[in-house]
């Protein structure tokens, strides 16, 4: 039996002996992730969405498609407690802070789960149109090897989620954002060296 086929952890969909799910941080922020995914792309191993939901709190998921998924997008963005806004990681951009600033609410941020090229179709459903675009200020180099990226900013789902996180400061995520950085690169490396990829070899 190849490494591969051995028993995966169902959260993290590591093999079972490299799984990072213990004692992984569990982080609550003011600020609500909406992740905007699809059933097939949950199902692929080296998804990041997934990480993001076995260590952020305050997340929920709408699936792209299925039966249903604009109501509950509706339901998101008409949410009191919250300024709804979409993250698309590249200019122009609104300024988080500022919005915050103007609302007196927290963000409840839409995440768009997929491949870029989704993320770019996805962006102008109507449903999402009118919601304020957010990114970050700083893109440092990609820490996923995994995947091909179609440029050298374009990062994945996880790291740009959490690098946003780090800008907009929410309470408390200071103190966990550096075992939550170190869980994500064990989780690449353990990937990774089931694929026999290393940073020069990962060309897909």
């Known amino acids: 039996m190849g490494k591969s086929s051995k028993e995966r952890c169902i959260k993290c969909r590591l ?12 982080f609550w922020a003011e600020h609500k992730i909406t992740l905007l995914t699809s059933k097939k792309e949950e199902r692929i191993i080296s998804n990041t969405g997934r990480l993001l939901r076995c260590m952020l709190g305050n997340i929920s998921t709408v699936y792209m498609g299925e039966k249903g998924w604009q109501k509950a997008v509706e339901s998101e963005i008409t949410r009191t407690d919250y300024t709804p806004v979409i993250f698309f990681p590249i200019p122009p951009v609104c300024d988080g802070h500022s919005i915050m600033e103007n609302t007196g609410k927290p963000l409840n941020i839409f995440v768009l789960d997929t491949s ?10 109507p449903v999402l149109m009118n919601l304020k675009k957010v990114g970050i200020k700083t893109v440092p180099p990609s820490e996923y090897i995994l995947r091909k990226q179609s440029a050298e900013n374009y990062l994945c ?4 989620v959490t690098l946003l996180m780090a800008e907009l400061r929410p309470k408390g995520f200071d103190s966990v954002s550096f075992q939550i950085h170190e869980k994500f690169k064990l989780w690449v490396k353990s990937l990774a060296r089931e694929r026999g990829l290393t940073r020069t070899t990962a060309r897909f």
């Open 15 to 26: 093999i079972i002996q490299d799984c990072i799910c213990r004692d992984i941080p569990t």
């Open 116 to 125: 870029w090229k989704n993320a770019r179709r996805w962006l102008h459903k």
């Open 157 to 160: 789902t996880f790291q740009a």
